[in-house]
């Protein structure tokens, strides 16, 4: 599949995840979507994230702001109902708060991030 065409399909499972989301009784905002080399190193270097080879460069990952209640939610059992809706809706589809798939919350955690893998 052409990088183009996944964005694509990336974008409409960002659509449906926002839509279960506000159907569950959460609000969304956007943090990161794309994101340049530049920053994403920046990011490594602070330990705020594992990896150079991120998603967010080819346009196939986001990071939520998720609010309940008005509030911002950082708390992983809420956020993993999200992360699970969003595991099935595509096998390439991976949630930052179970990076294992091991349904624990354990090792590196980053419950606003919401990828598809190519």
């Not at 990088?3 to 956007?30: K, V």
């Not at 990896?51 to 950082?74: I, Y």
């Not at 969003?86 to 991030?113: A, M, S, T, V």
Request: net charge negative.
């Amino acid at each position: 599949m052409k990088l183009s065409d996944q964005q694509q399909l990336f974008t409409r499972n960002i659509a449906r995840l926002i839509l279960f989301s506000e159907s569950q009784g959460y609000g969304l905002s956007f943090g990161h979507a794309w994101r340049s080399s530049e920053e994403q190193e920046r990011l490594f270097r602070n330990g705020l994230t594992k990896t150079l080879n991120s998603m967010h460069l080819n346009r196939l990952a986001v990071d939520f702001n998720v609010f309940e209640n008005g509030q911002l939610c950082l708390e992983w059992r809420r956020i993993k109902e999200l992360g699970d809706y969003w595991e099935q809706l595509h096998p390439q589809n991976r949630w930052g708060g179970d990076w294992n798939g091991n349904d624990l919350k354990d090792g590196f955690i980053d419950c606003p991030h919401f990828e598809m893998l190519n």
